[in-house]
């Protein structure tokens, strides 16, 4: 090896900036430096090499300037010549390419600020979705990895246009960022990807809904665990994802690998609004497709618009019904004891009524926080079954 290059089977050196770069670009060394040291220590010239292998002289000269590459046909005849094993030619060659390609990457992840902007990149990593440095080409590659893509371009083509396209789309406002969106989604697709279910059984998730409506009723301290412990044996994954700035998402549906996976973020961190959450997407799974692909506050077409109007009467039948909802707005004004009363009558909380009649402005919303029929929720990231 020349004097002043680095072999590169040593450790991977760590780029940050350009500077950093144009050294490893000036440093990395090919395998025909190697070679062209053996053929000193040897006294053999680039032309006696060319003849004892058969090849041209040119060839030889351009192996040696690291322009043409180490083939397996070219190392088994150094090999011959010059008996130094061709594995070691190869794996030369391999380490020498492999460094060049991840310099190029990361020249090209320079050039990638705007699109890691685009994530809130320093809660993601405070949520350990990723790791690593803080500087661009470390943030580029933790987000490369975490969607599991090999470059932006990649990102914008397989989770903008062919993942997501086709149920829906992001608007990105003021307010919605589509990244912030897309990354929450992988957040939980990583998470299903970890729990291990049996088949999905419909019947048996149709069957589990009673038992989940009373723990609505029941209103643990703690809802993730025995949500996920009904859920699991059905086949069926439930994963608590919290909002990320700019991802304002209550839940999503979509099928993984034969599994439906139920999203739920917690947002608002109200009982009344989680659980009907949960309803509507265990709707999704009771009524729509494998194929279909469901967020929460996003544009869709309007097939997908009439399923999310389906999605919400299934979950309005199982937290309050209307003509539930009927009976207890002809008993108004609300009282405590009163709201306690149609809770038991139609085999709810008082939240969910609550929660109805505000969003219809029949009551404030301050009369389910005063009276604790409102209570708020914690969405822990790290409450996943273990695999």
């Not at 439906?260 to 009524?287: C, M």
């Not at 999605?311 to 199982?318: G, I, K, L, S």
């Amino acid at each position: 090896m020349r004097s002043g290059k680095i072999t590169i089977n040593q450790e991977a050196m760590k780029y940050k900036n350009k500077e950093d770069l144009d050294a490893a670009r000036e440093l990395v060394s090919p395998p025909g430096d190697t070679l062209m040291e053996t053929l000193v220590h040897k006294g053999i010239s680039q032309s006696e090499l060319a003849a004892r292998m058969g090849r041209p002289v040119k060839t030889i000269n351009e192996i040696v300037m690291g322009k043409t590459a180490i083939l397996p046909e070219t190392a088994i005849q150094l090999e011959n010549v010059l008996g130094i094993q061709a594995e070691f030619w190869l794996e030369r060659e391999r380490n020498y390419r492999l460094e060049l390609a991840k310099i190029d990457a990361s020249e090209e992840a320079l050039a990638s600020t705007e699109w890691v902007s685009g994530f809130p990149v320093n809660l993601m990593r405070k949520w350990s979705w990723i790791n690593g440095e803080k500087d661009l080409i470390s943030t580029t590659g933790a987000l490369l990895r975490f969607f599991s893509v090999a470059h932006p371009a990649a990102y914008h083509r397989f989770y903008q246009k062919y993942r997501l396209a086709p149920a829906f789309r992001l608007k990105q406002t003021e307010t919605n960022n589509a990244n912030a969106i897309i990354a929450w989604l992988r957040r939980g697709d990583i998470q299903a990807e970890v729990i291990t279910a049996p088949p999905f059984d419909l019947k048996k998730f149709k069957a589990a809904l009673p038992a989940i409506r009373q723990l609505m009723i029941d209103n643990p301290v703690s809802v993730a665990g025995p949500l996920q412990a009904i859920c699991l044996p059905c086949g069926a994954k439930v994963v608590f994802t919290p909002c990320l700035p700019k991802a304002p998402v209550s839940g999503a549906t979509r099928w993984l690998k034969d599994h439906p996976v139920i999203q739920l973020s917690g947002r608002y961190k109200r009982n009344d609004i989680f659980w009907f959450t949960f309803f509507h997407e265990a709707g999704h799974i009771l009524l729509h497709g494998k194929k279909d692909f469901f967020l929460e506050e996003s544009d869709g077409e309007e097939t997908v618009q009439h399923k999310e109007l389906e999605a919400n009467e299934f979950a309005v039948e199982w937290t309050f019904p209307l003509e539930a909802e009927k009976e207890v707005t002809r008993a108004l004004p609300l009282t405590a004891e009163k709201t306690s009363f149609f809770a038991r009558k139609f085999n709810t909380h008082p939240s969910m009524i609550i929660g109805r009649l505000a969003k219809a402005d029949l009551v404030h919303e301050s009369f389910g926080w005063k009276y604790h029929f409102f209570c708020n929720l914690e969405v822990n990231s790290q409450v996943d079954l273990p695999g």
